[in-house]
């Protein structure tokens, strides 16, 4: 029993998942202790082909389908497909966090030639957006490319098979429905269905056919309350317009290709993570169970600041949804699930409050829309007097937990959640006085007192560092120590960034806690941003480069993760976004300042000296901003139809967008 207890607990997030009845992930796929690595080509991604057991999964998503496709090969070579397939919209008993419809899809094309069996060997895999594949089986070629449709709620498989001699092709698998019986359903019964369409999208037929060169077939799931989704030529493009949409909004440029390369993947993984609900537009965390489902932490806090720098139109109607309906609710839940259906809070207040203003007042001030902002007053007033009203006797503010929901102490008050109460009052008071309007709280006055408890009650000695501790009676190094500092709060930043990469860093990025292998890329990503706006652009990238080969091109690709080794590494969507502002508020130091203005106080690694971001979007508008190094200043320029708007060359630059 001893053994079995320590399997337990050393392995608890994969075994937890195993036993859905539904897993996320198949046996064989467990990513840990893998050597297989990628290589960059272009903008595609491309397996580098070795010996040996390989897996991988990739999670991509449309608005009302999600799918975390498996794949890799077995220690023979062959082909391990598996995907699993979420249906947000479509709501099972109980109607909690997980309970949308799954199915899961364990084989291969089922087909033979000749009169053999296929078995596939691998040739390569290879993503950029979409999931391609290809297998041989003696001299018959099969290239795959996987996705889901961007609209309706269907998964794609375009299967291409290629023979140079005429063989005789019998495929085995054929088209079938599944019922999920109403009794077990919101709103049911449901019907998941699985197609095997020829090249001219009618139903293969089990008859035998004769190949030579190439034909093309679909493997198409989709699932519905009784209206079946009808597949069009025209979906199997849905994605790639989707796609090329989004590379052409918040293009970074920069001297390190990877950098570059993971940001764009990134924004892919934000933008896409996005369900067309009864309720609206919600953008999810996804990685299996969190789907039609929006937290706090990961939408309000993570996502939303962002959308309005990427300027896209699903996006930007995510947030206003977002914030709109958590503020329906009396108390600030920390998520809502379940379409809208309901919301969770199990892990009492995380500083959920605090999280939801910390987004609203970035979102409102880069969105720029005046009306909208002026709209939100009175809630940002009521929101800001319920935080300051959970100060404790020494003036910071007070939580059950905090976002790690109590996987890790946090006291009864928290670093984390009292610098979110900061820069929501700074937010406000940028808002408040650019609006002109009465508001009943002093947010400039209210912030300084935040800062100086921050300084009085958290700054700390700690393992020889002056940094913080994360609550009272806290003793050892904790990742999100790096939060202030990505406030602007600036007093121990030097000595915080040393302490996180001197001693917190370790070998999947910083560790949660100084003695333990926790390790969330959140936290990861927020201590970049910290070294970027601290100054230590050298140090940032110094670190950044390995992280990077890691995420983009290591075993495991192409986006930033949740955790190790919780949840198999699983591919949410907020880490993304993180990722995405570290570019954006720490290499570039942009901060909104006014409904139409924001500071670019760019922190550059010595050894580049050119960077830019075309197609940024602020206030609704579009341009480029190019920062070149000149001398020991910066020559600041922002484009606007390939014209200059603005020029400064300083350290940083104050630029105002439109009247």
Known sequence: MRHVRNLINKNNAWLLQRVNMIPYFPVWGHLYNQNHHHILNNKTLEWQKKPGAYANHIEMSGTKIACIISYGVDKEGYLRLNRHLAFPNLRLKPNHTRSNLRHNSFSTMKMSMNGELVKEKVEGFSFDGILRIETSFNGLTIKRKIYPSMEKCMYIEEIELISDEQVLIDIKEKSKDRTVQAMLCVDGPFYIRKHILNEHLLEQTRKPFILKGRIKLYKIYSADAGQAEVFKLSDTGSRQHFLDHISRRLVLQTPDEQVDALFNFSKIRVCESIYNTSKGFMHSPGGGGYYAAMWTNDQCEYINPLMPFIGYDIGLASCLNCFYLFNTYEKIPSSIISGGASSWNMAGDRGDAAMYLYGLGRFLLAYGDKALARSYIPIMEKRLLEVLNKRNDFGVITSDSDELENRLASGKANLFTSSLVYDALVSSHYIVEDLGVDFKIDCKKEAGALSDAIEAYF????????????????????????????????????????????????????????????????????????????????????????????????????????????????????ESGLYARMITEGLFGVRVKALNTFVCKPSMPSTWDHMRLNHMTLFGKKFDLEVLRNGASYTITVYMNNEIYHQTISTQALIRIGD
Do not use: C
């Open 459 to 574: 700054g700390a000695s700690i393992s020889d560092y002056e940094t913080y501790r994360y609550y009272k009676g806290n003793k050892k190094l904790r990742s999100w120590i790096s939060v202030p500092i990505t406030m602007n709060i600036l007093e121990r930043a030097s000595s915080t960034i040393d302490a996180l990469f001197d001693v917190l860093w370790g070998p999947f990025g910083i560790r949660s806690v100084s003695d333990r292998d926790i390790y969330w890329d959140r936290s990861t990503l927020y201590a970049f941003r910290a070294a970027f706006i601290a100054g230590k652009a050298d140090l940032a990238l110094m670190y950044l480069k390995p992280y990077v080969r890691e995420r983009l091109t290591g075993h495991h690709m192409p986006y930033p993760i949740e955790a190790y080794p919780e949840g198999n590494q699983k591919q949410l969507s907020g």
